[in-house]
């Protein structure tokens, strides 16, 4: 009887290290998705009904909710109150409480009180800083509470890949201090705010966080509190997990990569075209081997048609909404990726978005050549291709995940800011200084209709540092929908002819020169 009760102690104590192991190898976190509008929505449990909210760092009040919202809960009214925004904006309404507020999946169980809101702002849900540290994984659309920096481990991270930075905590908002080339500056955190701002008064353009970021800032007339230089808001986000411990009023800044690529040597990785000349190469997934373009003007990692998608195991985490540049949108699932190799390179933890083939095949009004090509089943982008740089080579059909000390010393070097995602550099035409996304996903250039008017077709040389290339046609297109700070499309017209390399560790892109 007592061999019995050993060997179930031991098969029990076995089955306990087995679970815990598990639960080591899964830390509880939760899907959270960017809207439409670049902001991060995650789904929070009010009264027993769930709804997407939009995270906010710093409020007065757990909740900002809509007046409709409130008719549909069961709450009760408190008072009239006044706060100010991070903006500096400041807002009136009435309170209400509404009992708690839970995240179930984070342990989040927060007494809840609302204010209201207009229609024109989202609804916002406040993170309770007083019991919860907070990790904001955007490259792998998550958010998740570590006890410590060192519980990041759990999450696949490793601390010396985040720098430690001091912040202040507010019931208005989170702010941190930069060393700029102008001195110590303020900025406000907030994930709410599509652009990186600095107030006009300062001439400061862009903010270097050291081996880690450089970001472009758009200066406006605002008022920001006192003492306030500036707010870094979505693009701040985006690009990798950023870790707040409010208990030690510290910011920790993860790497530019956090998940880098494993390969033993670099080798130059074969690249076939589609019929209109864009650039494809072969990725493996649990050991299927699919065409998938290389295309930098995506925002998402990996891009996959449905009806490839579906025939991988892959693991479901969330339904996002997506649009084209026309402004058509769609809302499909998004699949979790352990790993995917292209040629001896590995890529680990990839969100793989599901593509409807049918948006992105509207007629781009314009003449394409085409000849027999390669059909692809969806697309790579810039959040999976900046774990590594990245050297183009067209001209010889091939392609080269770079280390770093990768010898361009040579070539023409461009500073490209990271707007939304995107590489935009500023290159000199015949038009003036134009703000050029650089696309291998477009198989022409393409300029915005607001500055050419009526015209059919531009053509134009372009100046890169110090060298002059070629005259290439620029097609008017109404790029609205892409944002005001971009003038236009640098496709593959231009950069099948030149190779490039883009330095996504300092914001560089370096072109061949004529």
Same mark, same amino acid.
């Given at each position: 009887?007592?061999?019995i ?8 104590? !076995?089955?306990?290290c087995?679970?815990a192991?598990?639960?080591?190898k ?14 991060v929505?995650?789904p929070?449990n009010?009264?027993g ?16 909710l809509?007046e409709?919202?409130?008719?549909k *809960?069961?709450c009760? #009214?408190?008072c009239?109150?006044s706060?100010?925004s ?10 209400f409480d509404?009992?708690h507020v839970? *995240?179930?999946e984070l342990?989040v169980?927060t007494?809840?009180?609302?204010a ?6 989202p609804?916002?849900?406040?993170w ?16 998740a509470?570590p006890?410590n920096k ?6 696949g ?7 430690p930075v001091?912040?202040q905590v507010?019931?208005? $908002?989170?702010?941190?201090i930069? #060393? ?9 955190l ?5 652009? %990186?701002?600095i107030?006009?008064?300062t001439?400061l ?8 970021y450089a ?11 006192k ?15 950023i870790?707040f411990?409010?208990?030690? &009023?510290?910011?920790?800044i ?7 690529v494993?390969?033993?040597k ?16 072969n ?6 081997t699919?065409?998938l373009?290389l ?7 990996a891009?996959?048609?449905? /009806?490839v ?14 649009s084209n540049?026309?402004g /058509? ?8 990726? +352990?790993?995917l190799d ?5 890529? $680990? ?7 409807k ?11 394409l050549?085409?000849k ?5 089943? !969806?697309? *790579?982008?810039?959040?999976l291709l900046?774990r590594?740089n990245?050297f183009?080579d067209?001209? +010889?059909?091939?392609i ?20 939304r ?10 038009l003036?200084l134009?703000k050029?996304?650089?696309?291998t996903? &477009? ?22 540092? %110090?060298?002059d290339?070629e ?9 609205? #929908? ?9 496709g593959m017209?231009?950069?099948? %002819?030149?190779?490039? $390399? ?13």
């Amino acid at each position: 009887m007592k061999k019995i009760i050993t060997v179930l102690t031991c098969l029990g104590l !076995g089955y306990a290290c087995l679970l815990a192991i598990h639960n080591r190898k899964t830390p509880p976190s939760v899907a959270v998705q960017l809207s439409k509008s670049h902001t991060v929505t995650l789904p929070v449990n009010i009264g027993g009904t769930s709804k997407a909210l939009t995270l906010a760092l710093a409020c007065k009040f757990p909740l900002l909710l809509h007046e409709d919202s409130l008719k549909k *809960i069961r709450c009760r #009214e408190l008072c009239s109150t006044s706060w100010q925004s991070g903006s500096g904006r400041t807002h009136s309404s009435k309170l209400f409480d509404i009992g708690h507020v839970k *995240i179930k999946e984070l342990g989040v169980n927060t007494p809840g009180k609302a204010a209201v809101i207009d229609q024109h702002n989202p609804e916002s849900f406040c993170w309770p800083f007083d019991s919860k540290n907070l990790l904001i994984d955007l490259p792998l659309r998550r958010l998740a509470c570590p006890k410590n920096k060192k519980d990041l481990k759990r999450y696949g991270y490793s601390v010396s890949e985040f720098m430690p930075v001091r912040c202040q905590v507010t019931k208005g $908002y989170v702010s941190l201090i930069l #060393e700029t080339d102008q001195g110590a500056k303020t900025f406000i955190l907030s994930p709410r705010s599509r652009d %990186n701002i600095i107030h006009n008064e300062t001439n400061l353009r862009s903010v270097k966080i050291d081996g880690f970021y450089a970001f472009a800032l758009k200066s406006v007339e605002s008022t920001l509190p006192k003492g306030v230089d500036g707010i870094l808001g979505i693009d701040f986000f985006r690009q990798s997990p950023i870790f707040f411990n409010f208990k030690e &009023s510290m910011v920790y800044i993860g790497s530019k990569r956090p998940n880098r690529v494993h390969q033993r040597k670099a080798d130059p990785v074969k690249v076939d075209y589609t019929n209109t000349g864009l650039p494809i190469v072969n990725i493996t997934i649990n050991k299927k081997t699919i065409p998938l373009l290389l295309d930098t003007g995506s925002t998402f990692a990996a891009n996959i048609d449905e /009806d490839v998608i579906n025939t991988f195991d892959l693991e479901p985490l969330y339904d996002s909404v997506s649009s084209n540049y026309r402004g /058509d949108s769609y809302c499909t699932p998004n699949y979790f990726i +352990n790993h995917l190799d292209i040629a001896n390179a590995k890529f $680990y933890n990839v969100i793989a978005h599901t593509r409807k083939s049918e948006f992105y095949e509207a007629p781009l009004d314009v003449p394409l050549i085409t000849k027999e090509g390669a059909q692809e089943a !969806g697309n *790579i982008g810039c959040p999976l291709l900046k774990r590594t740089n990245l050297f183009c080579d067209f001209p +010889n059909n091939k392609i080269v995940f770079a280390s770093p000390n990768f010898d361009c010393s040579s070539w023409e070097a461009m500073h490209y800011d990271d707007y939304r995602g995107l590489i935009l550099i500023s290159v000199n035409t015949q038009l003036g200084l134009l703000k050029l996304v650089v696309d291998t996903g &477009s198989p022409v250039s393409f300029i915005d209709k607001k500055l050419v008017g009526s015209m059919e077709l531009i053509t134009s040389n372009l100046s890169l540092g %110090n060298s002059d290339y070629e005259e290439i046609s620029f097609y008017p297109i109404d790029l609205s #929908e892409l944002g005001a700070h971009i003038d236009g499309i640098l496709g593959m017209n231009f950069l099948k %002819n030149h190779p490039f $390399y883009i330095d996504f560790e300092n914001n560089f892109v370096y072109f061949e020169p004529i």
